[in-house]
C-alpha cells in the first residue's frame, strides 16, 4: 500500500485516474469502515468536495480531467490519506468519480478497447435500467454497489481476488445495435436425439472428446433454416445449445447471415476441437456485425458422462478438455454480455463473478438431460446480477428442458423487492423458441 505522498503523486500524474485506485491495496477498499459519526460525516464532505472538483456543475459529460482538475484532486486526497490513511482516501475518491461522472463513466474504460481486472481494479458497471429500456415497471432498478460502505454507488466497483481470468471486452461496440430496437431472443434446437450425435469414449483414460453431429450436411442445412427463421422472427440474438456445430458450421453460418444482410448476433452454441495454441477445447464462437472476428469462450468446468449408446462408465468419464477459466463481459451501448458453456454456468465461483460484474444479458449454451440446477442458477444469477438469463440446452428425456430464461421482476404487489421470474419450455426439436422481452408477461413461443 502506497503512502499518502505517493498516493498524492499518482494522482498528480496519471492521466487516467482509475489507476492510481489500485495503489490503495487490493481488499482496502472494501475495509474501509467509518466506525464513528464524525469519520462519516468526513467521508461525505470529502466525497462532496472532490466531486465538486471533477464535475462543478452538476454530473460531467466529457470524461477527461485538466491539469488543474488533477491538481486539486491531488491536494484533498493526499490531506485526506494523511489524517485517515490511504484506503479511506481512495475509497471517497472512487465515490466522487462514481456520482461526478455517473454512467458516463464507462467512455474511459471504453477507450482501452480490452480490459484484464486483477485484485484492486476498478471496473464500470453496465446501466440501462431494464424498466426504462423496454417501457414497463415490472422489472427491479438495478441494484447499486454491493460494497458495504456506500450502497448509493452505481457506476463503479472494485475487483475482488479471484483464481479465474476476467477481462471486459469494449472492441465490439455494435453488438447489441440489433437489440435495442428488437429485444428478441432466439434459442435454436436442431437436434431431436442424441443418437444424431458421435462420440469418442476412451475408457482406458477415463476421457471423452470429439462429441459432435454425426451428419455434417443435414446439421448445416438445420442450422441455416432455423437461423433464417429467427431472422424472420425479427430476433436480434441467436443462442444454440452446447456442441452443435463445428468449426466449418459455425463459420459457414456466420458467413450466411453477414452475406444476407443480418445484424443477427450469432451465438454459435460450441464444438470439440484441437487448437495448437489452445490444444483440447470446448469452443464458442459469438458473432457480431462489424466485428472483424468473432469473440470466443472455452468452457472451463469438464462434463463428466456417465453413459453414451448403450454404455455406462462408473466413474463417469471426464470430458477431455483444457480448463483455464476465463470470464469476458461483452460491452456494448452501456449493457454488459456474456457467454458461457454447460458446467461453466453451475459454478459457485462463476455466481460469484457475476454478481459482482452484473451483467445484463447472460446466455449459456449447454447439452444436459439434467436440468433443474441450471434453473435454480438462472433464477439465482437473475436476482443477484439483475440480469436477463437464457440457457439454450439438447437434452432428452422426462423433465428435461429445452429453454431457461430467468429475469428480476417486481413482486405482484409491486413492492420493490428483487425477486426472479423463470420460464421453461419443454424439449423442442427442429425449431426455435422466441422470448420477446417487450410482452408483459416472460413466455416462450415456439416456432
Same mark, same amino acid.
Given at each position: 500500500?502506497?503512502?499518502?505522498?505517493?498516493?498524492?503523486?499518482?494522482?498528480?500524474?496519471?492521466?487516467?485516474?482509475?489507476?492510481?485506485?489500485?495503489?490503495?491495496?487490493?481488499?482496502?477498499?472494501?475495509?474501509?469502515?467509518?466506525?464513528?459519526?464524525?469519520?462519516?460525516?468526513?467521508?461525505?464532505?470529502?466525497?462532496?468536495?472532490?466531486?465538486?472538483?471533477?464535475?462543478?456543475?452538476?454530473?460531467?459529460?466529457?470524461?477527461?480531467?485538466?491539469?488543474?482538475?488533477?491538481?486539486?484532486?491531488?491536494?484533498?486526497?493526499?490531506?485526506?490519506?494523511?489524517?485517515?490513511?490511504?484506503?479511506?482516501?481512495?475509497?471517497?475518491?472512487?465515490?466522487?468519480?462514481?456520482?461526478?461522472?455517473?454512467?458516463?463513466?464507462?467512455?474511459?474504460?471504453?477507450?482501452?478497447?480490452?480490459?484484464?481486472?486483477?485484485?484492486?481494479?476498478?471496473?464500470?458497471?453496465?446501466?440501462?435500467?431494464?424498466?426504462?429500456?423496454?417501457?414497463?415497471?415490472?422489472?427491479?432498478?438495478?441494484?447499486?454497489?454491493?460494497?458495504?460502505?456506500?450502497?448509493?454507488?452505481?457506476?463503479?466497483?472494485?475487483?475482488?481476488?479471484?483464481?479465474?481470468?476476467?477481462?471486459?471486452?469494449?472492441?465490439?461496440?455494435?453488438?447489441?445495435?440489433?437489440?435495442?430496437?428488437?429485444?428478441?431472443?432466439?434459442?435454436?434446437?436442431?437436434?431431436?436425439?442424441?443418437?444424431?450425435?458421435?462420440?469418442?469414449?476412451?475408457?482406458?483414460?477415463?476421457?471423452?472428446?470429439?462429441?459432435?453431429? +454425426?451428419?455434417?450436411?443435414?446439421?448445416?442445412?438445420?442450422?441455416?433454416?432455423?437461423?433464417?427463421?429467427?431472422?424472420?422472427?425479427?430476433?436480434?440474438?441467436?443462442?444454440?445449445?452446447?456442441?452443435?456445430?463445428?468449426?466449418?458450421?459455425?463459420?459457414?453460418?456466420?458467413?450466411?447471415?453477414?452475406?444476407?444482410?443480418?445484424?443477427?448476433?450469432?451465438?454459435?452454441?460450441?464444438?470439440?476441437?484441437?487448437?495448437?495454441?489452445?490444444?483440447?477445447?470446448?469452443?464458442?464462437?459469438?458473432?457480431?456485425?462489424?466485428?472483424?472476428?468473432?469473440?470466443?469462450?472455452? +468452457?472451463?468446468?469438464?462434463?463428466?458422462?456417465?453413459?453414451?449408446?448403450?454404455?455406462?462408465?462408473?466413474?463417469?468419464?471426464?470430458?477431455?478438455?483444457?480448463?483455464?477459466?476465463?470470464?469476458?463481459?461483452?460491452?456494448?451501448?452501456?449493457?454488459?454480455?456474456?457467454?458461457?458453456?454447460?458446467?461453466?454456468?453451475?459454478?459457485?465461483?462463476?455466481?460469484?463473478?457475476?454478481?459482482?460484474?452484473?451483467?445484463?444479458?447472460?446466455?449459456?449454451?449447454?447439452?444436459?438431460?439434467?436440468?433443474?440446477?441450471?434453473?435454480?442458477?438462472?433464477?439465482?444469477?437473475?436476482?443477484?446480477?439483475?440480469?436477463?438469463?437464457?440457457?439454450?440446452?439438447?437434452?432428452?428425456?422426462?423433465?428435461?428442458?429445452?429453454?431457461?430464461?430467468?429475469?428480476?421482476?417486481?413482486?405482484?404487489?409491486?413492492?420493490?423487492?428483487?425477486?426472479?421470474?423463470?420460464?421453461?419450455?419443454?424439449?423442442?426439436?427442429?425449431?426455435?423458441?422466441?422470448?420477446?422481452?417487450?410482452?408483459? +408477461?416472460?413466455?416462450?413461443?415456439?416456432?
Amino acid at each position: 500500500m502506497r503512502d499518502a505522498s505517493s498516493f498524492a503523486a499518482t494522482i498528480a500524474n496519471a492521466h487516467d485516474a482509475f489507476d492510481l485506485l489500485q495503489s490503495a491495496g487490493p481488499a482496502s477498499l472494501e475495509a474501509v469502515h467509518p466506525t464513528t459519526t464524525n469519520q462519516a460525516e468526513v467521508r461525505e464532505r470529502l466525497v462532496e468536495s472532490l466531486r465538486r472538483v471533477i464535475s462543478p456543475k452538476g454530473l460531467a459529460t466529457a470524461v477527461s480531467l485538466g491539469n488543474d482538475q488533477l491538481a486539486e484532486l491531488s491536494r484533498q486526497s493526499a490531506d485526506a490519506a494523511s489524517q485517515h490513511g490511504v484506503p479511506f482516501a481512495a475509497e471517497a475518491l472512487l465515490a466522487a468519480f462514481d456520482e461526478g461522472f455517473g454512467p458516463n463513466i464507462s467512455r474511459v474504460f471504453e477507450a482501452r478497447n480490452s480490459i484484464e481486472l486483477q485484485a484492486g481494479s476498478v471496473f464500470p458497471l453496465p446501466g440501462h435500467e431494464l424498466e426504462l429500456l423496454f417501457g414497463d415497471r415490472r422489472f427491479t432498478p438495478r441494484q447499486s454497489s454491493r460494497n458495504h460502505i456506500d450502497r448509493r454507488r452505481k457506476h463503479l466497483d472494485v475487483m475482488i481476488p479471484t483464481q479465474y481470468r476476467v477481462r471486459l471486452d469494449f472492441g465490439r461496440p455494435a453488438l447489441l445495435g440489433a437489440f435495442f430496437g428488437s429485444p428478441i431472443v432466439a434459442a435454436v434446437f436442431p437436434n431431436c436425439h442424441p443418437n444424431e450425435f458421435v462420440c469418442t469414449p476412451d475408457a482406458n483414460r477415463n476421457r471423452f472428446f470429439d462429441l459432435r453431429p +454425426k451428419n455434417l450436411s443435414a446439421q448445416q442445412l438445420g442450422v441455416a433454416r432455423l437461423l433464417e427463421r429467427a431472422c424472420a422472427e425479427h430476433a436480434a440474438i441467436a443462442v444454440l445449445p452446447e456442441l452443435s456445430v463445428t468449426p466449418d458450421i459455425a463459420r459457414t453460418s456466420a458467413q450466411h447471415l453477414r452475406a444476407s444482410g443480418s445484424s443477427i448476433v450469432f451465438a454459435s452454441g460450441s464444438y470439440h476441437t484441437d487448437c495448437p495454441d489452445a490444444g483440447r477445447v470446448n469452443r464458442l464462437e459469438l458473432h457480431s456485425r462489424g466485428a472483424a472476428a468473432p469473440a470466443l469462450h472455452d +468452457k472451463f468446468s469438464p462434463f463428466l458422462l456417465k453413459e453414451w449408446e448403450g454404455s455406462s462408465y462408473d466413474p463417469p468419464l471426464r470430458e477431455d478438455i483444457a480448463t483455464r477459466p476465463t470470464m469476458t463481459f461483452h460491452w456494448s451501448q452501456g449493457w454488459s454480455v456474456i457467454t458461457l458453456i454447460c458446467k461453466d454456468f453451475l459454478d459457485d465461483e462463476t455466481l460469484r463473478l457475476l454478481a459482482l460484474l452484473r451483467p445484463n444479458l447472460v446466455f449459456v449454451s449447454a447439452f444436459s438431460l439434467e436440468t433443474a440446477l441450471f434453473r435454480g442458477f438462472a433464477q439465482e444469477i437473475a436476482l443477484k446480477s439483475q440480469a436477463i438469463v437464457v440457457v439454450a440446452n439438447f437434452g432428452t428425456g422426462e423433465g428435461c428442458l429445452g429453454a431457461i430464461a430467468a429475469m428480476p421482476v417486481k413482486d405482484p404487489d409491486d413492492v420493490n423487492q428483487p425477486l426472479t421470474r423463470t420460464k421453461d419450455s419443454s424439449v423442442v426439436a427442429n425449431k426455435i423458441a422466441l422470448l420477446d422481452l417487450r410482452q408483459p +408477461k416472460i413466455f416462450w413461443r415456439i416456432k
